[in-house]
């Protein structure tokens, strides 16, 4: 083989690696995109329908220490 012809086939390469590491990045962008276009259209249509909208207070980090508790007395003693 031609040098001409390594050099092409390495682009090749080059590019194809390049491509393959950036569809599930520009997968990852348009699924960001459609989860927070969702929360906007729910909070708009919540926003016009209802004149009352309480939200309570969500302690994400107090529910994840309860489940890890709950797990922990699952789990069977050795």
């Known amino acids: ?3 001409i ?3 092409k086939i ?3 390469k080059r590019l194809r690696r390049y491509f393959i590491r950036k569809t599930p990045a520009q997968i990852r962008i348009k699924i960001n995109n459609l989860v927070s276009e969702l929360h906007k ?3 708009n249509y919540l926003l016009t329908q209802y004149k009352f909208l309480f939200l309570p207070t969500l ?3 107090q529910m994840v220490i309860n489940a ?3 797990l922990q007395l699952k789990q069977p003693h050795r």
């Open 1 to 3: 083989m031609s040098i």
């Open 5 to 7: 012809w390594l050099a």
């Open 10 to 12: 390495r682009d090749f």
């Open 41 to 43: 259209h729910t909070a």
């Open 59 to 61: 302690k994400t980090q």
């Open 68 to 70: 890890s508790i709950k």
